[in-house]
Nanobody, 125 residues
């Protein structure tokens, strides 16, 4: 069983930046994708960003393109989400995930087997 621990969330003013981290509890011997999702109050969880095993491909939801950057360090079993130019609509709980499936699009939550507990991000206007 793999546990994921997110950190880096907090309260920031609009236009500010935060860097989220998510570390797996143990090294995983086979390739896996990493993803970030978020859930705003009263809304469903939505896809934010994903990166493939060797970082050859990254994916972003349209609303964060140009502002967020996902990256990973496989030696540290860690994925990062650099969030710049934050907006109030970025507020929510951010979840990281690990997925082993190669055929399910990474923008879909079903592509992921392991999830973190979430870290809250609040962007004030």
């Amino acid at each position: 069983q793999v546990q994921l621990v997110e950190s880096g969330g907090g309260v920031v003013q609009a236009g500010g930046s935060l860097r989220l981290s998510c570390t797996a509890s143990k090294l995983i011997s086979r390739p896996y994708a990493r993803g970030w999702f978020r859930q705003a109050p009263g809304k469903e969880r939505e896809f934010v960003a994903a990166v493939t095993w060797s970082s050859e491909n990254t994916f972003y939801t349209d609303s964060v393109k140009g502002r967020f950057t996902i990256s990973r360090d496989n030696a540290k079993s860690t994925v990062y989400l650099q969030m710049n130019s934050l907006k109030p609509e970025d507020t929510g709980v951010y979840y990281c995930a690990i997925g082993f499936q190669s055929r399910t699009p990474l923008m879909i939550s079903a592509a992921y087997e392991y999830w973190g507990q979430g870290t809250p991000v609040t962007v004030s206007s």
